[in-house]
């Protein structure tokens, strides 16, 4: 198996949440020469620098061209997948039996959750022994979770109840458990102010198949996106005039619609003050912007022929067969032939995608980002099967033709959109 697929497969291994694949990011970012920056300070911004900076479980890295940016490439990514959101008062005590009481965070199928071991993972916000007000990443790996599901025989034919079946069992006590026992945070905090917790599954990264032509994991949606687009921007060198930028972005899965989400100006911003920077007006900007394409990185859907009928018969798109060109008449996806046309001069091995007309569609952040910097875009990801479950399923070689995308694209001076 290639080293960038066991890279990989550590990458989904330590982000349980879109905080840590945040910092994770951030971390391999550091060690390879990118500057962290902060979105409350100036910008000492310098022409072929590599920098990045965080938001709320989003990250924008970059790298300055040499000269003077005439236009940008773009690669965007989310960071969060469907998981379990703990309730702000979500500990309780019955019956000698902890639980957390959790509600729906994007659309899992919750089904593939119940009896199998969760971590507990997130931010936590706590009063240090100085009396300050810090935030803590934690992830309880030793310490599973587990949703119990009702036995066939006890229960009669009814509609699964989420309040119900999204109660985690934590353990039998016979006492009332606090948060500052279970998080084990007395270390570091004197006491845990509040909280973004998520459950998520902590099922490490399989292969299968005699030769290992396929990869089960948690979180494929959308961590194989980012890695394309980590391992794209990273193996790129300046050039003269074109910025690159790797754009990761929480929130997706409900919608995109927060402050660090791709329907934020957080992208717009980090635009402006690279401009600002190297005394771009904002005529100039908006030029810029109208010469510049973003590619919008998601998994799409795998054709599973047991499943066929909810298919479009002429655009399946296959498993260990390329990267999937996402297309949709009402712009649930933002491709269009100018897009495509560019697609095929940086892709190896690619599919065309558009979903059966008699079945509902998907969405991502192409669309969003499109709309709001009016710049041009397209979607494509690698297909998976599964996806939304518990555990993914991908072909390993579909990843590494999105690494070689994104590596020809950032490193393409030539392309403009038509």
Known sequence: MPKAI???????????????????????????????????KKWPLKNGGRYFWEKGGS????????????????????????????????????????????????????????????????????????????????????????????????????????????????H????????????????????????????????APTYLGPHAELLAAPRLDNLSSAYGAIAGLTNSEPLDDVIQIAYFSNHEEIGSRTSQGAASPHLMHTLERIALAQNISREELLCLIEKSICLSLDVAHGYHPFFGEHFDPEHKCLLGKGVVIKEHAGKRYHTDSVMTAHLKMWGKHLQRFASNSDSPCGGTIGPIIASELGIA??????????????????????????????????NDESTCPL
């Open 6 to 40: 066991d890279d990989f497969c550590q990458f989904i291994s330590a982000s349980p949440t879109a905080f840590h694949a945040a910092d994770q990011i951030g971390n391999r970012l550091a060690l390879l020469g990118f500057d962290p920056l902060e979105g409350s």
């Open 172 to 203: 039998v006590t016979d006492k009332d458990l606090t948060w500052d026992e279970l998080l084990n945070t007395a270390h570091y905090f004197t006491e845990i102010v509040s909280f973004d917790l998520f459950l998520t599954p902590t099922a």
């Open 59 to 170: 990250l924008i890295a970059f790298t300055l061209p040499k000269k003077k940016a005439e236009r940008a490439h773009i690669v965007a990514s989310h960071l969060d997948s469907p998981a379990l959101k703990v309730k702000p008062q979500g500990l309780t005590t019955k019956d000698t039996l902890a639980f957390l009481s959790t509600e729906i965070y994007g659309g899992p199928i919750l089904e593939t959750y119940l009896n199998r071991p969760l971590t507990l993972a997130g931010k936590v916000m706590g009063m240090t022994q100085s009396g300050k007000l810090e935030s803590r990443l934690i992830a309880l790996d030793e310490s599973p979770f587990i949703l119990p599901a009702m036995p066939p025989h006890l229960k009669a034919k009814e509609t699964p109840k989420k309040q119900r079946q999204c109660q985690a069992l934590v």
């Open 377 to 410: 875009t397209a979607d494509l990801g690698c297909p998976v099967l599964s996806m939304h479950a518990a555990m993914e399923i991908m072909a390993p070689r579909d990843l590494l033709d999105l690494c070689h995308l994104v590596k020809s694209f950032l």
